[in-house]
């Protein structure tokens, strides 16, 4: 029979499939949402001929809210309830940095208004400062710009010149990348954490890359999809501008760490909600301890992004569905820097053709 000799890998399971589908360049365009992405959705929602519900997962390299406010939005925009589990953001894995850097000063980096103090705040770190309140406390540490009334509204005032910072969390893309580029370098080259200090240049001990402030990104996306007719400058942009500045003005490679998707640990933590929706429904935790198990079922990854969607979901074991409604614009799964299972026009014909297959 024709079904028996399609190859294994395209063979019906008995064990439901799930989805992850990233956002933006997926289900949304910029502030639009695709009427695809609405449709889709429904259909794994229970608007199908068997009426059955497929779990689902939204993973973005996108933050910058808490993930309570975005998935509320999300349901608003796309029509279908999408509670808290069902949403992983970049910075949704800093959750695990609370036990290290709790009780001491983090410097958070991105996002619009003080948001992403808010975001961090509720993870449970305590003493959480952003670029405003540094300029609030020293104008002149950033020439090209001064605050404007509504920043200083939310600045928290203190003296950094007592304060030792014990990391560098970039949250979310920058909205004044140039005055956080010089921020960031300023504290990884400060003495102890101090912005105004300097390390001493001939004190090789102090330079030693593991003395060097942690500095985490939460994503690595040098590209990402919006309604513009090519791609935009993401988080990774920045991160690389930052660590080429920092080696031409201090001879040293940044020490860094980056989340989000394509990392391993932004995919365990999403696995580990997919398990807990399909095992366990009503006792979902927010703070996995480890790796889930293995799915039973197929996972497909719907995403824009080669480098980022299908390089993660590749690597994890997930089967992949690249559309076209974001950073990548070829016809082919070989034009991919990271091929897919498979290209497909939009959200809507990935969902279509992974159901199809499943039987
Ligand atoms: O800032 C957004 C971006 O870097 C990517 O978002 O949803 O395509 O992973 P997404
Ligand atoms: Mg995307």
Not at 2 to 22: E, I, M, W
Not at 196 to 225: C, M, Y
Not at 270 to 290: D, E, M, N, V
């Amino acid at each position: 029979a024709p079904r028996l000799s399609r190859p294994l890998s395209q063979q019906a399971t008995k064990h439901t499939p799930a989805f992850t589908f990233d956002i933006d360049g997926v289900l949304k365009q910029g502030q639009h949402v695709l009427p695809q992405a609405k449709q889709a959705l429904k259909i794994l929602a229970g608007d199908n001929p068997l009426g059955k519900k497929y779990p689902f997962i939204c993973v973005t390299n996108g933050g910058g809210t808490l993930e309570s406010e975005r998935c509320k939005k999300l349901t608003n925009e796309l029509g279908v309830e999408i509670k808290e589990h069902q949403i992983v953001q970049s910075h949704t894995i800093f959750r695990s940095f609370v036990p290290l850097y709790k009780d001491k000063p983090v410097f958070v980096v991105g996002g619009r208004s003080d948001n992403c103090r808010r975001v961090a705040e509720a993870y449970g770190f305590k003493h959480v400062y952003i670029p405003a309140d540094v300029q609030a406390w020293e104008p002149s540490i950033w020439p090209y710009g001064k605050l404007s009334e509504k920043a200083r509204s939310y600045v928290k005032p203190a003296d950094f010149s007592k304060i030792s910072f014990a990391a560098i969390l970039v949250f979310h893309d920058s909205l004044d990348a140039f005055r956080d580029l010089q921020l960031i370098c300023d504290l990884v080259r400060a003495q102890d954490g101090v912005f105004g200090t300097l390390k001493d240049p001939r004190d090789k001990a102090a330079w030693a890359p593991e003395r060097q402030i942690p500095v985490h990104f939460s994503n690595p996306d040098l590209l990402w999809g919006n309604e513009f007719a090519q791609a935009r400058f993401g988080q990774g942009a920045l991160q690389e501008s930052i660590a080429a500045v920092y080696k031409l003005t201090t001879g040293h490679e940044l020490q860094r760490t980056t989340g989000g998707k394509p990392t391993r640990a932004t995919y365990d933590y999403a696995a580990s909600l997919l398990h807990s929706a399909i095992f366990s429904p009503s006792s979902i935790s927010l703070h996995p301890t480890g790796p889930a198990p293995p799915l039973p079922g197929r996972v497909y990854m719907v995403g824009d992004n080669p480098a980022s969607d299908i390089a993660g979901a590749n690597a994890y074991g997930w089967e992949s569905i690249l559309v076209q409604t974001g950073v990548f614009r070829g016809a082919r799964p070989d034009e991919a820097d990271h091929v897919p299972t498979v290209v497909k026009r939009d959200v809507l014909e990935g969902v279509k053709w992974a159901l199809e297959r499943e039987g």
